[in-house]
């Protein structure tokens, strides 16, 4: 099981699609595997706003983006609104961060048939919302953000909004560490040394 992370000394390094009209160049960075080609990512579904959606993220499709040069950090945590549109037959939604599937969750076609009713695509189908926190340690300079689903039927459709990612920074004299504390440090920032108490100190022996 996950730690429960207390967010102290966080950053936001992205916070995107939150207003219901944003517009397309919030998706900038985000890249569609295998490509596509389309003016933008960003679609109305109904009451949502969204990237992806119907006739545009489906089977066989994943979306990612590349964090690089990131403050020293030893946690991270993404939260993210999906949306599942039309036919759907217990097939999964992933997040994938650096490789690793963080987060996966099953969908049918009727889920959450009370929630939000249909919003765009098949008028039979009910579109499900459904909204994920996703806690995880992570401490390298770079981080690949993967959104992917295991669709077979070319008439199920995804998108998502709402999306962020806030890091958990480490103590200004670490460089590399394993809490936020200043004697959580496990390599230290430049002129500083690591001491027998996990310190980052400004000279061999140093108190």
């Not at 960075?29 to 003016?39: K, N, R």
């Not at 946690?75 to 039309?86: E, G, N």
């Not at 480490?170 to 394993?178: D, L, P, Q, V």
Request: overall charge negative; some cysteine; aromatic content about 12%.
């Amino acid at each position: 099981m996950l730690k429960l992370f207390i967010l102290i000394e966080s950053e936001v390094i992205e916070q995107k699609f939150i207003t219901t009209n944003f517009d397309n160049t919030e998706h900038r960075g985000w890249v569609v595997s295998p490509s596509i080609t389309t003016a933008s990512l960003a679609k109305s579904c109904g009451k949502f706003r969204i990237v992806g959606g119907y006739g545009l993220l489906g089977k066989g499709l994943s979306i990612k983006k590349l964090y690089e040069s990131l403050p020293s950090h030893y946690s991270a945590r993404i939260k993210i609104t999906f949306i599942k549109i039309d036919e759907w037959n217990g097939n999964k939604f992933m997040v994938i961060v650096d490789g690793n599937v963080l987060k996966e969750d099953s969908f049918n076609k009727n889920d959450d048939i009370t929630s939000t009713g249909d919003q765009c695509g098949d008028p039979n189908i009910p579109e499900s919302e459904r909204i994920y926190t996703i806690d995880f340690w992570h401490s390298a300079i770079n981080l690949q953000v993967e959104i992917k689903t295991d669709l077979t039927v070319s008439t199920g459709f995804w998108g998502f909004n709402y999306f962020e990612l806030i890091i958990n920074k480490c103590h200004s004299t670490c460089k590399t560490c394993f809490d936020k504390a200043e004697d959580n440090c496990l390599s230290c920032s430049s002129n500083f040394f690591l001491d027998s108490s996990n310190k980052c100190v400004l000279a061999c022996g140093d108190p």
